[in-house]
Nanobody
C-alpha cells in the first residue's frame, strides 16, 4: 500500500502563491508516477500535473508557467508550487500515486485532499 497526506492548502488572494505538500509513505519504491489532481464544486476531478520516475512532467494547459511540481526523494515528499493563482484554481487538491504491476495493472492511491480557495 501507499499512503499520501496533503497539506498546505488555504485561502489566498488572486495573484498569490501557495505550496502544497504531499507526504508519501508505504511501498514507495513501487510507485511509477506521482501527480496532483483537483476537483472544483460540481465538476469532475481533473489532472493538474504528473511526474514520472524519470522526471518527465506533464501539466494541464491552464496551469503551465504558473504551477511547478517537484519532489524530494530523501524526504519522501512531493510538492506543488502554485503561483499567480486565479479564482478558477479554487478546488480540493489531491495527491496521487500510480503503481503499475504485472498481472494487476494500474493501481491509484489518493490522499484525503486539501482545499485551495482563491478569492479576494
Amino acid at each position: 500500500q501507499v499512503h499520501l497526506v496533503e497539506s498546505g492548502g488555504g485561502l489566498v488572494q488572486p495573484g498569490g502563491s501557495l505550496r502544497l505538500s504531499c507526504a508519501v509513505s508505504g511501498e514507495i519504491s513501487s510507485i511509477n508516477v506521482m501527480g496532483w489532481y483537483r476537483q472544483a464544486p460540481g465538476k469532475q476531478r481533473e489532472s493538474v500535473v504528473f511526474i514520472t520516475n524519470g522526471g518527465n512532467t506533464n501539466y494541464r494547459d491552464s496551469v503551465k508557467g504558473r504551477f511547478t511540481i517537484s519532489r524530494n526523494n530523501a524526504k519522501n515528499m512531493v510538492y506543488l508550487q502554485m503561483n499567480e493563482l486565479k479564482p478558477e484554481d479554487t478546488a480540493v487538491y489531491y495527491c496521487n500515486a500510480i503503481r503499475l504491476r504485472i498481472g494487476v495493472g494500474q493501481e491509484d492511491f489518493w490522499g484525503q485532499g486539501t482545499q485551495v480557495t482563491v478569492s479576494s
